[in-house]
């Protein structure tokens, strides 16, 4: 009897050391693989975004293609840097450009603010205030400069190094459109191999289920609340731009900001349309402009409905402190790829809170069959 005690202690102390020396190679793997692909973590997480959201279009355009899914991948592409990705990169330029000067004025000393024009005061309920504040920061900010500099400079420097990263930021899209592309092409594999991933964690009953509602999730997020704000800030920054307003890039960045909160971009118009008539000089072009930032104003309640009919729609707050959050960790796709995930991951830990299956599937694979 106690030799076979020994025997079955040496057999389990085997299986054990055979366990832990797996583990420890599956440990050192994983950790290995990690760093190896963290560089490009924040990119191919963007490209799958993209692909998610943008499948279904790539799908219609293939089937009028005679179902050539390359063919119909290289023009999503195309038209995703031409249409978003020329814009924003005038508009983050013109964001850079801003923040260096003003350091670089700053550091010198050299930040003047001109006296306000005469018609500041004639401003509808603020003018006088306005213009009071604006005349006194004309007339000591030098002074006021010298005695909070110190102070200032610990805001600054991050401001500038954001500013700066979203170069790097710029590229990360261009090259997640190419990415996202490929994935696009690959759609239909690619999309029953995370099935098969998710069913391995999460098991066959529940793991369908879960596969469409983070597809629905994705969709919903990127599209009726990221997507929508972003039309809205090209828009506007394009306005912007058009108008001569000075740091085009910053007002368009707190656009896209407050689209994400699902604040009313009407907010921007009245004080852009305010700024066309005070410094525009002819009346023609003020008609036109004031008409262009009225109807981009309200482009946001045209296009929501579109988009939020569709999928599970997760809370304003988490879908803002995502994109905050990521900003400030990854940059300005940060701000993009952390709402979407930090909904993503919302959504899922409320369905298993609920733990009810039926529940899911009714407000998830219904709407995604109906649209």
Do not use: C
């Not at 909160?261 to 003020?286: C, E, K, R, Y």
Request: charged share 15%; net charge neutral; no cysteine.
């Amino acid at each position: 009897m106690e030799i076979e005690k020994n025997q079955l202690r040496e057999i389990l102390k085997k299986d054990l050391y055979d366990v832990l020396i797996r583990s420890a190679l599956i440990a050192v793997l994983v950790f290995a693989s990690f760093k190896i692909f963290h560089p490009f973590l924040s990119m191919m997480l963007w490209g799958l975004v993209l692909a998610v959201t943008l499948f279904p279009s790539h799908q219609n355009l293939a089937a009028r293609l005679g179902g050539k899914q390359g063919r119909a991948a290289t023009i999503i592409v195309l038209l995703g840097v031409l249409f978003i990705g020329g814009p924003a990169v005038m508009l983050s330029n013109s964001m850079i450009d801003v923040m260096q000067q003003t350091y670089s004025d700053f550091q010198k000393g050299e930040i003047q603010i001109e006296e306000p024009a005469a018609g500041v005061a004639q401003w509808p309920i603020v003018g006088k205030k306005v213009y009071s504040l604006w005349h006194e920061a004309a007339k000591n900010l030098p002074a006021l400069i010298k005695e909070i500099k110190p102070k200032l400079e610990t805001y600054i420097k991050p401001v500038l190094s954001f500013t700066s990263a979203m170069v790097g930021d710029l590229f990360q899209f261009l090259f997640s459109m190419i990415i996202a592309g490929i994935m696009l092409a690959y759609g239909h594999s690619a999309s029953e191999r995370i099935l098969k991933i998710i069913n391995r964690l999460a098991g066959q009953q529940r793991g369908k289920t879960l596969h469409t509602l983070s597809t629905a999730t994705i969709r919903s997020v990127a599209m009726g609340v990221i997507g929508v704000a972003t039309i809205q800030a090209l828009i506007f920054g394009v306005g912007f731009m058009l108008i001569g307003l000075p740091a085009a890039g910053v007002v368009a960045l707190l656009v896209l900001l407050f689209g994400i909160a699902q604040l009313p971009a009407i907010i921007f118009t009245i004080p852009t349309v305010a700024f066309i008539w005070w410094s525009g000089d002819s009346t023609i072009m003020n008609i036109v402009f004031t008409i262009y930032f009225v109807i981009g104003g309200f482009v946001d309640n045209v296009l929501k409905p579109i988009f939020l009919g569709r999928g599970v729609d997760a809370p304003m707050p988490v879908v803002l402190l995502g994109a905050l959050g990521g900003m400030v960790t990854s940059g300005l796709i940060g701000l993009f790829i952390g709402a979407i995930f930090l909904s993503l991951a919302y959504v899922i830990f409320m369905a298993w809170v609920d733990d009810d299956s039926t529940q899911i599937e009714d407000a998830v694979i219904e709407p995604l069959t109906k649209g």
